[in-house]
């Protein structure tokens, strides 16, 4: 029911209403409203009910096991939130003067030395607010790299068919034709396909390691020198760096440039549009075309002097990127977080989120499920095919997803990557007790019983929630989601 629907004429949320009428003198009349807002009309009880009740319909990494592929559900600790809304944070202005700013300065500038610390690179700019415009920044800087060069021939961005869909979206945007190259059976890259492809044309290569196949590329030094006597560069995208956290480190492996999403691995909440926050690191030769500001630190007599570094002292950056440095509360999230764990915390992310994921798969594997690599350790996330059930049965990927809603599962990934058919892209995460794993575990075995006893139940799903089956494509193009009374 729309709150609109239990409101009654006159009724109101009193207690919410000031007592003492604002002036707003400076408010021109012609800005002034003249009439009502139509509000419902209902009191604060009503009010907290409704959207209390409304959220409870959502699945979330609060309520319910998320074990979304490709996208690291994981839980979020309060204690960071805590500490990032101190009000000394909340109540910073963004403008105030470096000498007022100084903890603050200090959080953003160790969070920087972090990041460099965890990905092997030379330098890190926050600034990006978002996974994708971390990419646009990353793939902007080997562009400016080419340019500054004179080297202006280079107009093609390699990118192997299992890449995340940003990467030749982000590739395009920033001016590069795309050139995509297999990757072979067991997930690996086809590296003589790559030679094939590599020439003077390339600017670079875009992957992520570990890939949306849920394998460690073994082969990414020989890449990284195919690419590199090229004359191009390497992006990586750090979607799954939560599998190598503390382990392996992207500028070890030759990468040039790479973006980290603080809403996946350092813990903050995500999905459902943000908010997020996509630093860049870059190695050396990139060093000069780091968006900006980035946080500096000068000496002020023996103590520490944290200071903005804009584009005076990077004359040669691709420029800012928003309105002043970036998220500012995800990126305290993720600098208490890293505080939190630690150097062999960050360890035990990727070992406990790589052992839940082979745990799982090993289970999953042993009740008859195919996966899709199955000579291959996984990562943090694993895939299984569903070919056999969607020929045998008539129960597609999209079947089980739905149903695991009944069953009070948010669902998997599905049907990415797109070259492994009737896929589910499985990723428990290392905050997943064996307990909620083994329950998964029992659904998914659950439901292929009863896709081979009556398979229309699957199909049929979800039973128990507010929207059952929607036309996918219909609910995207005729997008409804404001009401007026």
């Not at 790299?145 to 280079?154: A, I, L, M, P, Q």
């Not at 030094?221 to 480190?249: P, T």
């Not at 996509?278 to 900006?292: D, F, H, I, N, S």
Request: include cysteine; charge should be negative.
């Amino acid at each position: 029911m729309l709150i609109f629907e239990r409101g009654v004429k006159g009724r109101t949320a009193t207690a919410q209403a000031p007592l003492v009428k604002a002036e707003a003198t400076d408010i021109p009349d012609s800005l002034m409203r003249k009439n009502k807002a139509a509000l419902p009309e209902v009191s604060e009880l009503q009010v907290v009910r409704h959207y209390t009740n409304l959220s409870r319909k959502n699945f979330s990494i609060d309520t319910q096991f998320y074990p979304l592929g490709s996208c690291t559900m994981k839980y979020n600790p309060r204690g960071a939130h805590r500490v990032a809304s101190l009000p000394g944070f909340l109540n910073r202005h963004p403008l105030a003067p470096e000498s007022y700013s100084q903890g603050y300065l200090a959080s953003v500038y160790e969070l920087q030395e972090i990041l460099k610390e965890v990905t092997g690179m030379a330098g890190v700019s926050l600034s990006p607010m978002a996974g994708a415009q971390g990419e646009f920044a990353g793939v902007a800087m080997i562009r400016a790299y080419h340019e500054k060069r004179g080297d202006h021939e280079r107009s093609e961005i390699i990118v192997p068919i299992a890449a995340h869909g940003t990467n030749p979206a982000t590739a395009v945007m920033c001016g590069y034709k795309v050139k995509e190259i297999p990757v072979l059976n067991d997930g690996d890259v086809d590296v003589e396909a790559l030679k094939e492809a590599v020439g003077p044309q390339t600017a670079g290569i875009m992957m992520t390691n570990p890939s949306t196949c849920g394998v460690f590329e073994r082969q990414i030094e020989v890449i990284a020198k195919v690419v590199h006597d090229a004359g191009g560069l390497l992006y990586y995208d750090g979607a799954n760096l939560n599998a190598i956290l503390g382990k392996v480190r992207p500028g070890d492996m030759g990468f040039d440039v790479l973006h980290m999403n603080l809403h996946k691995t350092f813990a903050t909440p995500h999905g459902g549009g943000g908010p997020g926050s996509g630093p860049v690191a870059v190695g050396e030769r990139l060093l000069p075309y780091l968006p900006t500001p980035i946080a500096g630190i000068e000496d002020a007599g023996g103590e520490p002097d944290y200071c903005w570094l804009g584009e005076e002292a990077l004359p040669d950056s691709i420029g800012r990127l928003s309105a002043f440095m970036g998220n500012a509360g995800i990126i305290l999230r993720a600098y208490i977080y890293a505080l939190f764990v630690g150097r062999d915390g960050m360890q035990r992310v990727s070992e406990f989120s790589t052992l839940n994921a082979n745990y799982m798969a090993k289970k999953l594997a042993d009740a008859g499920f195919d996966l899709a690599y199955k000579d291959r350790r996984a990562t943090h996330e694993f895939i299984i095919t569903l070919s056999k059930q969607a020929k045998e049965l008539g129960v597609t990927a999209m079947d089980f997803a739905k149903r695991l809603l009944d069953y009070g599962y948010h669902a998997p990934t599905t049907y990415f990557p797109l070259l492994v058919p009737e896929c589910l892209l499985i990723e428990p995460t290392e905050t997943e007790s064996i307990d909620e794993m083994d329950g998964f575990v029992d659904a998914m075995i659950q439901i292929l019983k009863e896709a081979e006893s009556s398979a229309d139940l699957v199909k049929g799903a979800p039973y128990t929630q507010p929207v059952k089956r929607l036309d996918d494509v219909k609910a995207a193009r005729e997008l409804d989601v404001s009401y007026k009374p």
